[in-house]
């Protein structure tokens, strides 16, 4: 039987969305292993004068523990 684990990650990028959630996922990739899904729980933005300055997604990362 396989035990899978979900973590929160909060990830941002000045570009998009997209890349906001592909560089959080890169980034958990490379410290959790066996990654198995994702799921955007919310997204935001930070504004600096009037104009957006990052794009932010709130990330729950699920991966499968190991025996």
């Not at 979900?6 to 410290?31: L, M």
């Not at 198995?36 to 009037?50: C, I, K, N, R, Y």
Request: glycine residues 6%; positive net charge.
């Amino acid at each position: 039987m396989a035990i899978a684990k979900v973590t929160e990650i909060i990830c941002g990028s000045p570009k998009s969305f997209k890349d906001a959630i592909d560089s959080g996922i890169a980034r958990a990739s490379k410290t959790l292993k066996n990654i198995e899904g994702a799921w955007v729980q919310d997204q935001s933005l930070v504004l600096s004068d009037g104009k957006i300055k990052e794009y932010r997604v709130h990330l729950k990362v699920t991966f499968v523990l190991e025996d």
